[in-house]
């Protein structure tokens, strides 16, 4: 069984709102709520999905651990920027790799 307070907790800690994690869940915006309010019990796929999405692990998520998990908790705007910037890295290797094939 997760823990809710946890989830939420997270949410706030890494700067996301709650519909965004519903979004990248492919669930309705308000799903995460209405689990909270009726306890659900999340599937293990969707405890491993969420724990990626909120920057740590699913043993967390259940209680089962204090641990995040994690070594810092970077923002989502820090790790949005990585992301860029690894997405023009990558296409500059690209880029050099075909000029090299035109020579």
């Known amino acids: 069984m997760v823990d809710y307070d946890r989830i939420f907790s997270?949410?706030?800690k890494i700067g996301v709102s709650k519909a965004f994690v519903c979004d990248e869940l492919g669930k309705s915006r308000s799903w995460l709520h209405a689990a909270k309010r009726k306890r659900s019990k999340l599937s293990n796929q969707i405890v491993e999905r969420l724990a990626h999405i909120l920057l740590t692990t699913p043993e967390y998520l259940r209680g089962e651990t204090d641990d995040l998990g994690i070594k810092s908790a970077p923002t989502m705007k820090a790790a949005a920027?990585?992301?860029?910037?690894n997405v023009g890295k990558a296409s500059k290797d690209k880029?050099?790799?075909?000029?090299?094939?035109?020579?």
Do not use: F, L, Q
């Open 10 to 12: 997270r949410i706030d």
């Open 81 to 85: 920027m990585e992301r860029i910037h």
């Open 95 to 103: 880029n050099a790799a075909s000029d090299g094939e035109n020579e």
